[in-house]
């Protein structure tokens, strides 16, 4: 089962985004739009896991939960990794609330650790994925492209995430959630 640890993002909030790529969908060439339905906020992708994991990382899920009170999170920033000159993924950054979230990160990477998954070597750089360049292309600006308009929002739950490849694009399915606080 291939899946990730991941934050909701409440529906008002992926509308919102779902209205800032359409208004600069004019600007920018050879992207393939993310879903809204699949604008989601990684905290780890672990790749493909088996059945038997799934009770770790409930309990490292589960654990977060109680560890932590809902907090505030505020979404501004369009971004491109690699970067500007030649962009493959287009996102949405992290503005505010981010020493929350890397205290959920630090708890997730250390209960996962025990539980036997390796620690994230590159540095956790929250965002939230919207485009991607199409197969064998890059991404290319060609007009203006407006700055996102901040949003913030309360985040309140983690969730482990099953992730399902299809010719149409990924599907993903909520396998376990727990809400902050709780």
């Known amino acids: ?14 509308d919102h985004i779902a209205n800032y790529m359409a208004e600069i969908n004019g600007a920018l060439t050879g992207v393939k739009w993310v879903k809204p339905e699949n604008i989601h906020l990684t ?15 409930r309990d490292c899920i589960y654990g977060a939960a109680k560890e932590f009170n809902p907090f505030m999170l505020t979404m501004s920033n369009l971004g ?3 970067n500007f000159s030649h962009p493959r993924v287009l996102w949405i950054g992290v503005d505010g609330g981010l ?4 205290d959920v990160f630090q708890y997730m990477e250390n209960c996962l650790e025990e539980a036997g998954y390796d620690r994230e ?5 929250p965002h939230l994925t919207i485009g991607r360049a199409r197969r064998n292309s890059t991404i290319e600006v060609s007009g203006g492209v407006r700055e996102f308009e901040p ?5 309140e739950k983690l969730a482990l995430m099953k992730s399902t490849l299809t010719p149409q694009g990924p599907v993903y399915e909520s396998i376990i959630e727990s ?3 709780k």
Request: hydrophobic share 40%; aromatic share 12%.
């Open 99 to 102: 020493d929350s979230l890397l």
């Open 1 to 14: 089962m291939r899946s990730f640890i991941s934050i909701e993002i409440p529906g008002d909030i992926r």
């Open 121 to 125: 070597e590159r540095t956790f750089s």
């Open 179 to 181: 809400t902050l606080g």
């Open 43 to 57: 905290i780890k992708f672990l790749g493909n896991i088996s059945e038997k994991n799934v009770p770790s990382l």
């Open 151 to 155: 949003v913030s929002f309360e985040i």
């Open 80 to 82: 491109y990794f690699p």
